[in-house]
């Protein structure tokens, strides 16, 4: 199983960016997946979770409206577009298959002005 996350980086507050997660080593389609991120001291949270069709998704009450979630699998990867960002989503995003214990190495989004 690998996952590797990209498209973090700098963001002015009200700013958005996509994230993406390239799966391998499994059968994408038949797994949830999911977006977690941690913050400097704080501990990893649940942001978004999407099941294996893409037919349903679930929100932390604080991205509601802001983030969405999305999968292609035919190409094997998972998004979370994030939009009017604010600076306590800083944090580090990892890509995960829900459940399993399989992360990826995460990747780190700064919100500041």
């Known amino acids: 199983v690998q996952l590797v996350e990209s498209g973090g980086g700098l963001v002015q507050p009200g700013g958005s960016l996509r994230l993406s997660c390239a799966a391998s080593g499994f059968t994408f389609k038949s797994y949830v997946m999911s977006w977690y991120r941690q913050a400097p001291g704080k501990e990893r949270e649940l942001v978004a979770v999407i099941t294996g069709v893409g037919r349903i998704t679930n929100y932390a009450d604080s991205v509601k409206g802001r983030f969405t979630i999305s999968r292609d699998n035919a190409k094997n990867t998972v998004y979370l577009q994030m939009n009017s960002l604010k600076p306590e989503d800083t944090a580090v995003y990892y890509c995960?298959?829900?459940?399993?214990?399989?992360w990826g190495q995460g990747t780190q989004v700064t919100v500041s002005s």
């Open positions: 995960c298959r829900h459940l399993t214990g399989h």
